[in-house]
C-alpha cells in the first residue's frame, strides 16, 4: 500500500501555545527542570574575593554564592534559619568575614556554619550545627559556576557533555581551546524580555529568521542567509564561516584584537553557537566569547544577560575598546528579543492553542533536539 503524504508532511508541530503562558507549567518548570538540572548562575571571577555574594533565583529558590575565606565557591538557599529573612538583599554584595541576617541579626561564617546569635546566653543548648545555612551544589566548568537543588544532582559533565558532543560533531573537547576559565569580562548587557525562556532559546536555536531580521549578522557571516547552505537545518558542527573580507566578528568586521591564544587555524575565521540547555548560550569567536545567562522571572518574563569575555591581556590593556565587537551581538540580541515579544502575547491566542510548526531547517534542533529534551523532563504538556 502507498502512503501518500499530507500536504503538511514537512513541517513539525510546536509546543502548545499555553506551555509559554501557563503559571502552571511555569511552576512545573521550576520543579522539574531549573530545581533538577545545573543551572549557570554567575562567572567565577564575579566571585573574586572572599566575602563577595551573587545572588539568584534558581527555579523556586532564592541562592546565594559566595567565595569562602578558603577561596573555595559555595552556594546556599538565602534563607535565614532564624525566621526565613532573605540573607542577601541585593543582586551582589560584599558580606566581610560573615554572612549577617539583616533581621535580628544571626550571624553565619562564610562556610554557612552559624557563628552566633545576640542573646546567645538565652538558648546556649542549641546545636549550632543544626541551624547552619542549606547548602547548594556548585561546581564550576569553563568559569561558570553552575549551582543544582536536586538532593542527589548527576555530575554537570554528564549534563553539558551530551550537548557540548552534539555541538562539535563528537569533540567535545573543542571547546577548550578557547580556555574560558582564563577569559576575563569585558563587557556586559542585561535585558528584561517580555518573553517566555522557551520562545527566547528556541529563536537562539534556528536560523531561519536570520534573513528577516538580522542584516548585521548576515553580512558577517552569509550562511545564516542561505538556505541552500543551512540544507535540512542539520547544526554546522565545525563552525559558520565568516565572509570574504570579515577579518571579526564585530559590528566594521575589522580586526582588533589577537586570535585567543589555544586556538588553531581552523578556529580563526569562524563562529560556533550553542544553547547549552536549560539556561545558557555560549558563542565562540575568534577573538572573544560571549556568554549569555536565561533567568527565567515568571511565564511571561525573561532575564537575559549576556557578557563579553575577552583575553586577559587585553581587556587590561590601557586602551582596550570592547565597542565595535559588543555592537554587532547587542543588536542581534535586540532584534531577536523584539521578535520574541512579537510572539509571546499570542501565545494565548485561539489560533495558537495547538501551536504553531517548526519548517524543516528548524525541526532538527528545535524539535528534535530542543522538544525532546524538554519533554523528557516535563512529559506530555
Ligand atoms: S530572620 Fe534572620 S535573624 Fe531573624
Ligand atoms: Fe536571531
Redesign the pocket.
Known amino acids: 500500500m502507498t502512503t501518500i503524504p499530507s500536504p503538511q508532511a514537512s513541517l513539525t508541530p510546536t509546543l502548545p501555545g499555553h506551555t509559554y503562558t501557563e503559571p502552571q507549567i511555569f511552576a512545573a518548570e521550576q520543579e522539574r527542570i531549573f530545581a533538577q538540572e545545573w543551572m549557570y548562575v554567575a562567572r567565577a571571577d564575579e566571585l573574586a574575593t572572599p566575602g563577595r555574594v551573587v545572588r539568584r533565583q534558581v527555579g523556586p529558590d532564592n541562592v546565594i554564592v559566595v567565595r569562602d575565606r578558603s577561596g573555595h565557591l559555595r552556594a546556599f538557599l538565602n534563607v535565614?534559619r532564624?525566621?526565613?529573612?532573605r540573607l542577601c538583599l541585593t543582586e551582589t554584595a560584599d558580606m566581610g568575614n560573615a554572612i549577617r541576617?539583616p533581621?535580628?541579626?544571626?550571624t553565619y561564617g562564610l562556610d554557612g556554619r552559624l557563628i552566633t546569635a545576640p542573646n546567645w546566653a538565652a538558648m546556649a543548648d542549641i546545636e549550632k550545627d543544626k541551624y547552619g545555612l542549606v547548602p547548594v551544589a556548585l561546581t564550576e566548568w569553563a568559569g561558570l559556576v553552575w549551582v543544582n537543588l536536586a538532593t542527589e544532582p548527576r555530575p554537570l559533565s554528564e549534563q553539558l557533555g551530551e550537548q557540548l558532543a552534539y555541538r562539535f560533531g563528537g569533540d567535545a573537547d573543542r571547546i577548550e581551546r578557547w580556555h574560558m576559565p582564563d577569559l576575563v569580562l569585558g563587557a556586559r548587557k542585561t535585558y528584561e524580555v517580555a518573553a517566555n525562556w522557551k520562545i527566547i532559546q528556541e529563536n537562539f536555536q534556528e536560523c531561519y529568521h536570520c534573513g528577516t531580521i538580522h542584516p548585521e549578522l548576515i553580512d558577517a557571516i552569509p550562511t545564516f542567509a542561505s538556505f541552500e547552505d543551512l540544507g535540512n537545518g542539520a547544526y554546522f558542527t565545525d563552525g559558520y564561516n565568516f565572509a570574504d573580507g570579515v577579518d571579526a566578528f564585530s559590528i566594521t568586521g575589522r580586526q582588533r584584537f589577537p586570535v585567543l591564544p589555544g586556538l588553531l587555524p581552523e578556529d580563526e575565521r569562524k563562529y560556533f553557537g550553542m544553547v547549552l540547555r536549560p539556561n545558557c548560550f555560549v558563542s565562540l569567536l575568534p577573538d572573544h566569547v560571549i556568554v549569555h545567562r536565561f533567568e527565567p522571572v515568571s511565564p511571561t518574563q525573561t532575564i537575559v544577560e549576556c557578557d563579553w569575555l575577552f583575553d586577559r591581556e587585553v581587556a587590561e590593556a590601557a586602551d582596550f575598546d570592547p565597542t565595535e565587537t559588543v555592537e554587532i551581538f547587542h543588536r542581534i540580541n535586540c532584534q531577536d528579543f523584539a521578535a520574541a515579544e512579537w510572539c509571546q502575547p499570542n501565545m494565548n491566542s485561539r489560533a495558537y492553542r495547538a501551536g504553531g510548526v517548526l519548517v524543516p531547517v528548524e525541526a532538527e534542533i528545535i524539535g528534535g533536539w530542543y522538544y525532546r529534551w524538554y519533554r523528557s523532563l516535563m512529559g506530555e504538556v
Open positions: 535565614c532564624h525566621r526565613g529573612a541576617c533581621y535580628h541579626a544571626w
